[in-house]
């Protein structure tokens, strides 16, 4: 199993920063691909941005592109998810995820492993 652990959410006003980290443990060696994700009250859970493990590719949703960067700490397990500019649209539970293939996807359905979510609030 791998455990992930989310941090680093918070209240910041429009146009701030915040940095999410997602720590992995267990057997991180199951995990190819982490992604972020994230869920608004009343709306369905929404693709943000992918890593692949060796940090040599990323994807990101056209939402947050050029606004947001994912990267990772291999010696530390942790991928980050810096965010930039920040918008009261961005309000929602941040989720961190794995995956043991190596391509990357937006589909939350093909992650395996998920956080317990952080959550980020931007107010209008």
């Known amino acids: 199993q791998v455990q992930l652990v989310e941090s680093g959410g918070g209240l910041v006003q429009a146009g701030g920063s915040l940095r999410l980290s997602c720590a992995a443990s267990g057997r991180t060696f199951r995990v190819l691909t982490m992604g972020w994700f994230r869920q608004a009250p009343g709306k369905e859970r929404d693709f943000v941005a992918a890593?692949?493990?060796?940090?040599?590719?990323?994807y990101y949703a056209d939402s947050v592109k050029g606004r947001f960067t994912i990267s990772r700490d291999n010696g530390k397990n942790t991928v980050y998810l810096q965010m930039n500019s920040l918008k009261p649209d961005d309000t929602a539970v941040y989720y961190c995820?794995?995956?043991?293939?190596?391509?990357?996807?937006?589909?939350?359905?093909?992650?395996?492993?998920w956080g317990q979510g952080t959550q980020v609030t931007v107010p209008s």
């Open positions: 890593i692949t493990w060796s940090g040599s590719s990323t």
């Open positions: 995820a794995a995956r043991s293939e190596a391509t990357l996807t937006s589909g939350g359905e093909e992650y395996d492993y």
